[in-house]
């Protein structure tokens, strides 16, 4: 069972982030698809589609990802060929009207890799198809892994969100305000001059404050983001939930890689609660500071039972 984050190289240009399906590590599962161009959505045959997965499907929903494929695992599990396609038409009717509505469905088996090299395509294809991000133009990364290394001191890597950096610039680590230099630079396993939106990187840093780095930093060109424990927000309640959000409750933000606590505090008059499939404006206080920019896309749920919201 997945508990943390992997990653993988598909190609030169494209890495594969695997991410938590247990509902107890969806906070590691936000931090993983934060900055992806596509989902590979994996429904088990023998399974069909779970709780979990409709929580993750709406998770990727609300950061706004642009495409997605689904791969139907376990084929081998299902000795029933009508089975199978009674299952592709549940999820198509499950995809419908959302921004994987018509997506592939690949029937695959990671035990006897049936399927295994089409569903290759498919992703190679959906990449090739992918659009450009809108770059605000100033350097910025979450990052999804921090640590050091013997002889070359803290590393963090992430995905780049915009702007560009080149070894030897100097950057800020928000929300911590700790600045430090870049030392070198990593993409797909090798040594580069510089990243750019869009790509993997490995940023490896010098002159850092002890305890200024973790997941959930970003690291960010100065002078662009302040930290702040107040933010204006705009938010939809999920249609399917059944629960309600109530004025001052405590909640969970996800934002990039960071998770922080807070309470919602509705702002127009008279509002007392939000319900399912509303969409409301309210101010965020936060526990925390975190560093949020204009638009940025992010996730609430619930503080207990923890829930997409």
Request: charged share 25%.
């Amino acid at each position: 069972m997945t508990i943390d984050l992997g990653f993988a190289f598909l190609s030169d240009e494209i890495t594969i982030i695997d991410v938590p399906g247990h509902e107890k590590f969806i906070r590691n599962m936000v931090a993983g698809v934060s900055a992806i161009d596509a989902a590979l959505l994996t429904i088990a045959a023998d399974d069909g589609i779970m709780p979990q997965t409709r929580e993750h499907f709406d998770i990727l929903s609300i950061l706004g990802v642009p495409a997605g494929v689904v791969a139907l695992n376990k084929i081998d599990l299902v000795d029933d060929p009508e089975w199978l396609d009674l299952l592709e038409e549940e999820i198509r009717e499950f995809l419908a009207g959302s921004f994987m509505e018509g997506a592939p469905i690949v029937r695959v088996s990671g035990e006897t890799s049936e399927g295994v090299e089409q569903l290759r395509s498919v992703l190679l294809n959906i990449a090739d198809a992918s659009k450009e991000r809108r770059d605000r133009g100033f350097f910025r990364l979450f990052a999804d892994r921090a640590f050091s290394m013997k002889g070359f001191g803290s590393v963090v890597t992430g995905t780049v969100t915009g702007g560009l950096l080149k070894s030897g610039a100097n950057v800020e680590l928000l929300p911590a305000l700790a600045h430090a230099k870049v030392r070198g630079l990593q993409s797909h396993g090798e040594s580069v001059d510089e990243v750019a939106l869009g790509d993997r990187a490995a940023v490896n840093l010098s002159q850092i404050e002890k305890g200024a780095l973790k997941r959930g930093s970003q690291l960010a060109e100065k002078g662009f983001l302040k930290p702040s424990k107040v933010l204006g927000i705009s938010f939809s309640l999920l249609e399917r939930t059944e629960r309600r959000v109530k004025h001052q409750q405590r909640v969970r933000l996800h934002i990039g890689t960071e998770e922080v606590l807070g309470r919602i505090f509705f702002v127009e008059e008279g509002r007392k609660k939000c319900e399912a499939g509303e969409t409301t404006v309210a101010l965020l206080r936060l526990e925390q500071e975190v560093a949020a920019a204009v638009d940025d896309s992010f996730i609430l749920r619930f503080y207990s039972p923890a829930e997409t919201i």
